[in-house]
């Protein structure tokens, strides 16, 4: 009982990067606990505390159901890459230190712990700033701030991309510091982000000097003029302060993207900028101007500074509403129930990577990708949702019967595959009297 309690103690520290260096510093990079995937009940428990303040406090939902179920669906894709190899960051990172370290600081050292805490975070900084100042990785990262409302759902709104990009930045650290020290700092960094991101806590008193709080990154998910491209920290928003990217909170902030998507379909919300960037740089006719399409900041426009300008921006006027549209509450409950099946399949699949047959891991990754675009497609409420989840039910009574569809209880075996086989016939139902409604518009 005593090793549980120790357990849920450490888990929970790590989730505000409380951990002292005695009880985080690993010799070798097997021994470093998986604290993120760890994390999940911590993440489910604060996302429904906070949804009970919040009723508390303001009556209402914090977390309304089409945009949370897209943050954590994005959180979901974000990670897929990871069934098939292993972190970029880390891989790169071991690579380094293996062939080019100049020195070789204690594992066990105290003072190594705090220089690798230091410079995760600054890598951090530079790796998110650029990310805000470079068009091209803006594509990846503005999966994030895609989200009209700041709360910790916002915080799972994670880029399949970003990754790909992200080790550049810490690989200096790779040069003198033991992977194992940073692979527990590149954990703890991202963990303390996730309590950031809620509305509920205002004001931190003289910790807002030193650390990233709720109230400094409400800023940097702001659309209003004087937070964009400010507040870009992980843990500590000193470095703000010392390269003049900090602002404090102050008119109201209004989140989301400067050119709202309203969408829940998760590859779009993914994907889009990519198909913007292109079309844009289609426009211009030198071969400079359409690298700086990709290479200069989001705002650039020919004539204008690397960074460009807000002045084209929509002006935000305070009196803006978050996209929430209304629907069906029998679609939600089945929008729920297959998120949860899914989500299920998705723990399974990170569960047994290592049993399984690399065919089995695409087919299951391929399916959790295909629900949740069908799902999206739902949630948008589009004309081609019917077809689309009747194919998905088809795909996934296969999934069923390969048994790779687990129930969410043992004793939910039978209702499962009864509720599996009623949502096929209801979308063959469906698809077919849609498909009827076009052939009569056509005769």
């Not at 970029?88 to 070789?104: C, F, H, Q, S």
């Not at 929430?324 to 399974?348: A, E, G, K, T």
Request: with cysteine; proline share 5%; charged share 15%.
């Amino acid at each position: 009982m005593a090793a549980d309690l120790g357990s849920v103690s450490t888990g929970f520290r790590a989730m505000f990067s409380m951990l002292t260096p005695n009880e985080s510093s690993f010799e070798r990079l097997e021994e470093v606990p998986q604290y993120v995937q760890q994390a999940t009940p911590f993440f489910i428990g604060l996302m429904l505390l906070e949804l009970l303040v919040g009723a508390l406090k303001t009556g209402g939902s914090v977390l309304p159901l089409a945009d949370g179920l897209t943050s954590i669906a994005c959180g979901m894709i974000s990670r897929l890459p990871q069934v098939f190899m292993r972190s970029l960051e880390l891989t790169t990172y071991v690579y380094v230190w293996d062939n080019y370290r100049l020195l070789e600081l204690p594992w066990d050292s105290a003072w190594t712990w705090w220089l690798s805490f230091l410079a995760v975070d600054l890598g951090y900084y530079w790796l998110h700033r650029f990310a805000h100042e470079v068009s091209v990785l803006w594509a990846a990262h503005q999966v994030h701030h895609s989200s009209e409302y700041y709360n910790l759902s916002t915080a799972l709104r994670q880029s399949l991309t970003q990754q790909f990009t992200a080790w550049v930045y810490y690989l200096p650290l790779a040069l003198v510091a033991p992977p194992a020290i940073f692979a527990v700092h590149i954990q703890l960094n991202l963990l303390y982000q996730f309590w950031i991101h809620t509305e509920l806590i205002r004001d931190l008193g003289p910790l807002e000097w030193i650390l990233n709080t709720p109230k400094h990154h409400r800023v940097h998910h702001g659309r209003n003029k004087y937070c964009i491209d400010k507040n870009y920290g992980g843990i500590l928003i000193v470095w703000d302060r010392l390269f003049g990217t900090f602002a404090e909170e102050s008119d109201k902030v209004i989140y989301g993207l400067v050119f709202p998507i309203r969408t829940f379909e998760v590859l779009y919300v993914q994907l889009h900028y990519y198909r913007y960037l292109w079309k844009k740089s289609r426009i211009y006719k030198t071969i400079s101007h359409k690298l700086a399409a990709f290479f200069y900041g989001p705002s650039w426009r020919p004539g204008k500074s690397r960074l460009g300008d807000h002045d084209k921006n929509p002006k935000v006027t305070g009196a803006e509403l978050p996209h929430n549209p209304s629907w069906p509450m029998s679609l939600q409950l089945y929008v729920i129930l297959h998120f949860l099946l899914v989500l299920r399949m998705y723990h399974d699949l990170f569960e047994n990577k290592e049993m399984l047959s690399q065919l089995t891991i695409l087919g299951m990754s391929g399916y959790i990708l295909l629900t949740l675009t069908a799902l999206g497609h739902i949630m948008d409420q589009r004309p081609s949702a019917a077809i689309l989840e009747f194919l998905r039910c088809v795909a996934m009574m296969m999934m069923h019967r390969l048994g790779h569809m687990t129930p969410l209880l043992p004793s939910l075996a039978v209702p499962t595959e009864a509720f599996v086989s009623l949502s096929l016939l209801f979308w063959a139902l469906q698809s077919f009297t849609q498909l009827l409604g076009v052939k009569k518009r056509i005769d």
